[in-house]
């Protein structure tokens, strides 16, 4: 499992936990579940990005690295 869907699935789940906690009236606590998803979903979104990153440049490595030769 990658690092980017396992937050995905964290956030996901601290904010139908939040769901919860706001149904039953607890507004402190839904709001702090509620970051903690929000947060976990900027780390899935770092995520995605570090990876794309990674892929880039080491496509650029790949294209430096075999200069066209004519």
Partial sequence: M????????????????AAVFLWR?????????AALGA????LSYRAQLRKKINDDESRDE?????????
């Fill in 2 to 17: 990658t690092w980017e869907r396992a937050w995905m699935i964290v956030s996901g789940l601290l904010l139908l936990v």
């Fill in 25 to 33: 009236n607890n507004l402190s606590t839904a709001f702090v579940t």
């Fill in 39 to 42: 947060c976990a979903w900027f």
């Fill in 62 to 70: 790949e294209f430096s690295e075999n200069p066209d030769e004519e």
